[in-house]
């Protein structure tokens, strides 16, 4: 990604297309035009809000992550359910930046450094802070933000996008499952920065499928449309 405007969903349609009507159509590849169709309807959203001038943070995290699961969640066919959102999410990071050969995820993270940073130092969206409240662990949380430049500089990319991703899942919990207030002022930085970083890794993402990670196996989709 580059320092112009980012794709939008009319943008990322229109390079999807020619896979899409062409190499992509069997019905092995049924999955990943659902998984696509599916994200892309959520990323819309979010822009007919902004154009009308009604798009507020929480919607933005809330739309946006949920625009993410349709691409990684997974189904078991044994329990009959889907996968556990963690496990199931890791797997698809790990499938996203080896597929990404032309540095997608990598230009990402060095646009939004200031924002990735912010992200991770911030106590309120680590697990570990809320397990035990207090000021060593708020310190931990800035410590890990003080230790991003050495993960930078090792371009350990995947493990930085773990590092902020899995705090932007914890802001997400927070609001879908009634533990903040629409639009409370205690949480609105990190809310804000939460639902931009989601956008933007959604963008980056979206684009790795599209050149590169389509034709594999995206099976295991979660309620599948029925006809």
């Known amino acids: 990604m580059s320092s112009e405007a980012a794709p939008s969903v009319r943008d990322l349609r229109r390079r999807w297309k020619p896979t899409k009507e062409g190499a992509a159509t069997s019905d092995e590849h049924q999955a990943i035009r659902i998984r696509l169709h599916r994200c892309w309807s959520w990323l819309q959203r979010l822009e007919d809000l902004d154009e009308a001038g009604i798009g507020v943070d929480d919607a933005r995290l809330i739309y946006g992550w ?3 699961n349709s691409l990684y969640g997974r189904w078991d066919p044994e329990k009959r359910e889907p996968v556990s959102d963690i ?56 410590n890990h933000a003080r230790k991003l430049g050495s993960l930078y500089f090792e371009k350990r990319y995947a493990n930085i996008l773990e590092l902020v991703l899995m705090r932007v899942y914890l802001a997400r919990c927070q609001l879908v499952h009634g533990a903040a207030t629409h639009g409370g002022q205690l949480n609105r930085e990190a809310v804000g920065r939460c639902a931009m970083f989601v956008s933007h890794f959604l963008t980056a993402t979206s684009l790795v499928i599209i050149d590169h990670a389509w034709d594999g196996d995206w099976d295991g989709l979660c309620y599948p449309p029925m006809s």
């Not at 990402?108 to 992200?119: M, P, Q, W, Y």
């Not at 911030?122 to 409240?133: A, M």
């Open 66 to 68: 949920i625009a993410l």
């Open 87 to 142: 496990y199931s999410f890791k797997q698809f990071l790990s499938r996203v930046v080896e597929a990404d050969t032309d540095g997608q995820l990598e230009a990402l993270l060095l646009n939004e450094r200031d924002l990735v940073k912010a992200i991770v130092g911030d106590e309120y969206l680590s697990r570990h802070f809320w397990q035990e409240p207090g000021e060593e662990e708020a310190r931990r949380a800035q």
